[in-house]
């Protein structure tokens, strides 16, 4: 009898431990969903809908609150691609009042699609205008706040050791003295992966299939994301790779000086790049529109430009902002970035990725 | 129990499945289908001409048919040896097992590309980026799958069927195939077919170490959905996973429903023995297969102690900081609080409404209309595992959109997304158990006076006990790893540990992806604590027994 | 022939004492031998141990003089029994049956050909395509000897099989069994703690008590002469008296010597009779089929069991509170420990 009645308590007295331990530990229904609300009622938050590489610091942030009494809410949403496409699929009833991270791949299809609504801010740094959208409406809906160029970099000490002259541009990647050494992140999941085969577009034209050719012959790698070429592949990334040259960013340099020395043990070939621009703009239906003006008249001004390179690896749009000393000694700009008009990636993105895949795909 | 009762239980998991399945689901498709407002099947069938489609399928159904195959094979000698003999160390191994199951795709896939690229400990074997790697890493997460579900029922399993048919002359090999198994077979029909959905519709792991050779109808959903915003083929996609799901769904159904009776179980007895010399093989397959799961397990943890060209633990103490150059909003620490309590409010949701559908899928009753409703819902509530969460994801921001149920932004999403992917392993746990009740037992119990409550308790909860921990620890375990649809859905203050992992891997800086392995570390032993409690506390009640 | 030799198993620590605890017995081919002992005595240890199921932790099995510590179960040639049968679930009938046949790839039609023998052998003719669900209690004992002897195995060992069953199919299916047994001349191993089926089935008999053999022989060896006060009351012994109480019951009997030392009385060896030499008053009195059970508070020595012959014509029940004199019957008593003690087991 006893027995049977330890049966039956043992799992009822776990059971409503658990439960007990549950309740108190489950906070996450409650919490901090209510929007603020200034005096007259209007809402002080602005909802900022990002990619996932949003980093700020809250200094900076703070100071914007200081300044015009909103403060930032900020929504990730996956890679500029998701982020974009969701902004897509909920208009009409927008996920957040602004967007930041619309790169120029992905401009035109938001602003085809009809998401956002005018707005430029009134004083735009002067070096802002030439990262600017070429086509007007677009213009007048994305304001261009960042940049980075996506690069091919070399493992410098790799090939000092081996002897081999690193390779310079584009052309040199099929030389098969390279042959086996080049990764890179694929275009249709990785959105460096895309900028490079946008690079090859801008290079080649309509031969970029036979440039493809040539590089897959020439066994390159390719790799699903960025990470993966680099933290594995790549022989100076950590993880003990055996190909020297990556796809990776003009920004990445700084980032292997080793503890103690002072210079980076890679670097980027800077007549390999492709652009990419970042813009921020106000969304149709917003709900707090005047917050989100503000925040995007915020972002060009300088405490937010200088603050661009250290969260999130990109160099200002505005050239007088100062930047980190080694970006400033390492961390290169292209002098004449590939580009190719927004408008025309809306065009033939499906198409290029297509043949991209079937090139790349044995 | 009557019809009318049965449907009220029915009604609550009914319901959320609907709301946070079917609907946003039916959103996205429906955009698909009606892209201008205006239906467009001719687009849609047009889309499934494609031979591209057709590779793509292809290649989902017979890498996850084999995957499948291959988990099951490695998966019963583990189940055995864990779920049967007495050692010391049992319970570690069997929490041990589960860590795969909850390790994020991206650190994985990592893991194991260092160990397969040529310069890597098994460069030799040349499985870079070929279909066996991206099977070998499928085996690697699920296996936990078949051992805990098969290994449950093993478990209960009353030796002396066995011993009758040894003494009849059956050789241990012979036992094994006439006896263990057809008992068995409901148990691995049910972890297989769990398996085969998540291999069907995993993504991560294909992108990772497919190195995009290789596409699955998941990768082309997340590709067509993601970057080419092309909704028609997606919807065509996701409508011929679901048609492809169900149809496997039903030939499992058909079997298990077929095979499923009351066992004799060993309630009294203990079915556990000691190790025994003949058990040297099993044993010894066993030990490779776990060398196997550790051996990337083991690469994750190394290169989380390489600290630039020393050895140390300083990615560990980064874990309470925000990342080289602020890479995260919050320290991984909070992501790691957060993601206990939603992995705690993900548990209790998913026990509440899965204890609902197997109480009711579990009933056998007279008429046969009945009995095919039962087994049309039991079916229906293995659909989470089938759909693309990309599509879910989706689904939720274009359906769940506007007031009443305007969740969007809600902090609730989270774990009732990630009930709703546990629902279907807890059901499939405790269903076989429920069934392989003796009904008289039930009926015997509700003649002495018993109320229906009370005879749950008394006649059913000593048998499911076991089988119940163990779905609340796989339910806990799958709601700590579960990335893909979290990832659509967690508040960016308030990010579970997954989706933390995840934004250290995309950053650049050597300390931010030791913090991510660090990280996944973290995340793989708190899942083993976890379940070792879990295994303790079961062990702790089955002295009462 | 089955020689145990010094058998011992362990299931916990050193520290602890066996579950069978230096074990010896004999079977010769042909006969039946049950082992009796209350549960937890290990008899079903020594049972399993004996088919290759428990390893030794001392000593010997042997099977017509070969040593089977190499030998797994599934080749000893051997069948095992259950209490519940563990019928396969997943087979009919017939495919329980059959199952040892098509173990050894017997030609299909002699397999059907033997089941069909088989089923008729146990009482159950045409029954082979029936679901083992669908079973009896007592089919499914039939059913599981059945498959037990499909391939007349060299020894068969049954454990508690008619333990499950009710008492009016208990005694039908123990007669049915050992006709079975006898008739298929088959050599077996029976372990049960019911004395009457030990009795209805079994040739020799050995008593089994903590691990330990406490006595062996035939049955009528064992049923004489019970090893100590417990064995009796084990092998159904109403009661066991010692010293002056013993003596009288004794001589009441007419017993002239010997009457020192315990002495085991059935409770059918106290009968109410005009002419008996006990006297004594009737505490309770319950009349069943065969006969009238009384309790008698006897002179001088307490409460006796006793029985009464039924009312009659003409005869009137025994009440209680009735005076009664009682005959002894000196064949239904049993005087303790004179033989049949097992050496060096105590």
């Given at each position: 009898m006893h027995a049977r009645r330890a049966l039956t308590t043992a799992p009822l007295t776990l059971s409503l431990a658990v439960c007990l331990a549950a309740t108190a530990a489950c906070?996450?229904?409650?919490?901090?969903t209510e929007q603020a609300t200034g005096p007259d009622g209007a809402t002080k938050t602005v909802v900022v809908a990002t990619h996932d590489s949003w980093a700020m610091s809250k200094k900076v942030l703070r100071q914007f609150t200081a300044e015009t009494g909103y403060t930032v809410k900020v929504e990730p949403n996956g890679d500029a691609g998701q982020l974009t496409n969701k902004l897509v699929l909920t208009q009409?009833?927008?996920?957040?009042?602004m967007a930041y991270g619309i790169d120029n791949t992905f401009a035109s299809r938001a602003v085809d699609e009809g998401v956002l609504a005018d707005y430029s801010p009134?004083?735009?740094?002067?070096?802002?205008s030439s990262y600017a959208l070429p086509d007007t409406v677009e213009a007048q809906q994305l304001t261009p706040v960042d940049y980075g160029d996506v690069c091919v970099n070399v493992d410098d000490t790799w090939f000092a050791k081996h002897g081999v002259t690193p390779p310079k541009t584009l052309?040199?990647?099929?030389n098969p003295a390279y042959k086996g050494l080049f990764v890179t992140p694929g275009a249709s999941s990785s959105s460096p992966g895309l900028a490079f085969l946008l690079a090859t577009v801008a290079k080649y034209g309509d031969a970029w299939p036979t440039y493809w050719k040539k590089l897959m012959a020439n066994d390159t790698l390719i790799t699903s994301g960025w990470s993966d070429a680099y933290e594995?592949?790549?022989?100076?990334?950590?993880?003990?790779?055996?190909?020297p040259i990556v796809l990776s960013y003009?920004?990445?340099?700084?980032?292997?000086?080793?503890?103690?020395?002072?210079?980076?043990?890679t670097s980027a070939l800077l007549d390999t790049c492709f652009r990419q621009v970042e813009y921020a703009g106000l969304l149709k239906g917003a709900k707090n529109p005047k917050g989100a003006q503000a925040f995007i008249d915020f972002m060009e001004q300088k405490s937010f430009q200088e603050a661009l390179p250290d969260n999130m690896y990109v160099f200002p749009v505005d050239q007088d902002a100062a930047l980190p000393t080694d970006w400033a000694k390492f961390a290169k700009v292209a002098p004449k970035p590939f580009t190719v008009p927004p408008a025309d990636i809306a065009k033939n993105r499906d198409t290029w990725l297509r043949e991209w895949s079937d090139v790349t795909t044995r | 129990m009557r019809p009318r009762t049965l449907v009220a239980l029915a009604a609550l998991p009914l319901v959320a499945l609907g709301l946070f399945v079917v609907l946003p689901v039916a959103g996205m498709v429906g955009r698909g289908f009606a892209p201008d407002g205006d239906l467009d099947v001719a687009g849609v069938l047009e889309v499934l001409g494609r031979p591209r489609v057709h590779r793509v399928l292809w290649f989902t159904v017979w890498s996850a048919g084999l995957a499948t195959i291959g988990t099951v094979l490695a998966g019963l000698p583990v189940a055995f040896v864990l779920y049967r003999l007495r050692f010391r160390g049992r319970e570690l191994l069997r929490a041990f097992v589960l860590m795969p199951f909850v390790m994020p795709t991206v650190v994985v896939g990592v893991a194991f590309r260092t160990l397969l690229v040529?310069?890597?400990?098994?460069?030799?074997?040349?499985?870079?980026?070929t279909p066996t790697a991206i099977i070998a890493a499928m085996v690697f997460f699920n296996l936990a799958v078949v051992v805990r579900t098969v290994g449950s029922l093993w478990a209960g399993l009353d030796r002396r069927r066995e011993e009758a048919a040894a003494a009849l002359g059956a050789s241990p090999l012979q036992v094994l195939r006439t006896v263990t198994l057809p008992a068995l077979t409901p148990g691995i029909v049910s972890a297989a077919s769990v398996v085969f959905l998540f291999c069907a519709t995993s993504f991560g792991v294909v992108l990772t170490l497919g190195g995009l050779r290789y596409a699955t109808v998941e990768t082309e959903i997340y590709l067509l959905t993601?970057?080419?915003?092309?909704l028609q083929a997606a919807a065509a996609l996701s409508l011929l996973q679901i048609v492809v799901v169900a149809a496997l769904l039903y030939a499992a159904q058909r079997t298990r429903a077929s095979r499923e009776q009351p066992l004799d179980r060993?309630?009294?007895?203990?079915?556990t023995r000691r190790p025994r010399r003949r058990d040297l093989v099993v044993v010894a397959v066993t030990g490779l297969v776990l060398a196997l799961v550790a051996a990337p397990l083991l690469t994750l943890v190394l290169r989380s102690l390489r600290v630039g060209s020393t050895w140390g633990l300083g990615h560990y103490r980064d874990?309470?900081?925000?990342?080289?150059?602020?890479?995260?909003?919050?320290p991984v620490t909070t992501a790691l609080a957060n993601s206990w309590r939603v992995a705690v409010d993900a548990t209790l949701l998913a026990m509440l409404l899965g204890v609902l559908v197997a109480v009711v899928v579990s009933r056998r009753p007279k008429a046969r209309a009945e009995r095919r409703a039962l087994s049309v819902l039991d079916s229906v509530f293995m659909l989470p595992l089938g759909v693309s969460a990309v599509t879910i994801g989706f689904g939720f921001l274009v359906?769940?959109?506007?007031?009443?149920?305007?969740?969007?932004?809600?902090?609730?999403l989270v774990p009732i997304a990630q009930a709703m992917v546990a629902l279907p392993l807890v059901v499939r746990t405790l269903v076989p158990v429920l069934r392989s009740v003796e009904p008289r037992q039930r009926q015997a119990a509700a003649s002495l006076g018993a109320s229906p409550v009370r005879v749950a308790l008394t006649v059913d909860l000593p048998v499911v006990w076991r089988p119940l921990l163990a779905a609340t620890g796989f339910a806990f375990a799958v709601s700590l790893g579960e990335f893909g649809a979290t990832s659509f859905l967690s508040r960016p203050d308030r990010p579970t540990l997954p989706v933390v992992i995840y934004q250290l891997v995309s950053r650049p800086g050597e300390t931010n992806f030791g913090m991510a392995l660090a990280a996944s570390v973290v995340l793989g032993l708190v899942t083993v604590a976890v379940m070792a409690a879990v295994e303790r506390l079961r062990l702790g009640s089955v002295g009462a027994f | 022939m089955l020689t145990v030799r010094d058998l011992t198993v362990r299931?916990?620590?050193?520290?602890r004492p066996p579950a069978v605890d230096d074990v010896s017995l004999d079977l010769p081919a042909g006969e039946v031998l049950a082992v009796l002992g209350?549960?937890?005595?290990?008899k079903s240890t020594l049972l399993r141990a004996v088919a290759g199921l428990e390893s030794l932790d001392a000593g010997s099995v042997a099977y017509d003089g070969q040593d089977?510590?190499?030998?797994p179960t599934h080749r000893r040639g051997f069948a095992l029994m259950f209490q519940d049968g563990q019928?396969?679930?997943?087979?009919s009938v017939a495919g329980n049956v059959g199952y040892p046949l098509r173990l050894r790839r017997r030609p299909r039609a002699e397999v059907a050909r033997r089941v069909e023998e088989l089923l008729e052998l146990v009482g159950?003719?045409?029954?082979?395509?029936?679901?083992?669900?669908?079973?009896?209690g007592g089919e499914r004992q039939r059913v599981a000897l059945a498959r037990a002897l499909a391939v007349s195995p060299r020894l068969l060992l049954l454990d508690e099989?008619?333990?499950?069953?009710?008492r009016g199919l208990r005694e039908r299916l123990a007669l049915d069994l050992r006709d079975i047994l006898v008739a298929a001349g088959t050599t077996a191993l029976l372990v049960t703690h019911d004395q009457e089926e030990a009795f209805a089935v079994a040739d020799r008999m050995a008593l089994m008590r903590a691990g330990r053999l406490v006595q062996a022989g035939t049955i009528d060896e064992v049923w004489r002469t019970p090893a100590d006060a417990e064995a009796a009351r084990f092998l159904g012994y109403a009661t066991v008296l010692e010293g002056d109480a013993a003596q009288r019951v004794l001589r009441a009997g007419g017993?002239?010597?010997?009457?020192?030392g315990p002495v085991a009385v059935r409770r059918s060896a106290l009968r109410q009779s005009r002419d008996g030499r006990l006297h004594g008053r009737v505490t309770a009195a319950r009349i069943t089929p065969e006969t009238v059970r009384l309790t008698v508070d006897v002179d001088g020595i307490g409460e006796l069991p006793a029985v009464a012959d039924l009312p009659g014509t003409g005869r009137p029940a025994v009440s209680v509170g009735e005076d009664v004199t009682l005959v002894v019957d000196l064949t239904r008593t049993a005087r303790l420990g004179r033989s049949g003690q097992v050496g060096g087991s105590t």
């Open positions: 906070s996450v229904g409650g919490g901090t009409g009833s927008p996920i957040a009042d009134a004083d735009l740094p002067a070096s802002a052309d040199d990647l099929t594995v592949d790549f022989t100076a990334g950590g993880g003990g790779g055996d190909r003009a920004s990445s340099p700084p980032f292997t000086i080793p503890k103690g020395a002072s210079r980076p043990t | 040529p310069s890597g400990p098994l460069g030799a074997l040349q499985l870079d980026g993601t970057q080419l915003l092309d060993a309630a009294e007895r203990d079915a874990l309470f900081t925000t990342g080289e150059g602020g890479a995260l909003l919050v359906t769940l959109d506007r007031p009443p149920l305007d969740l969007r932004s809600s902090p609730v | 299931f916990d620590g050193r520290d209350p549960s937890g005595c290990g089977l510590a190499a030998v019928l396969f679930p997943h087979q159950l003719p045409g029954l082979g395509e029936r679901s083992t669900t669908h079973l009896s099989p008619l333990s499950a069953l009710d017993a002239t010597q010997g009457t020192e």
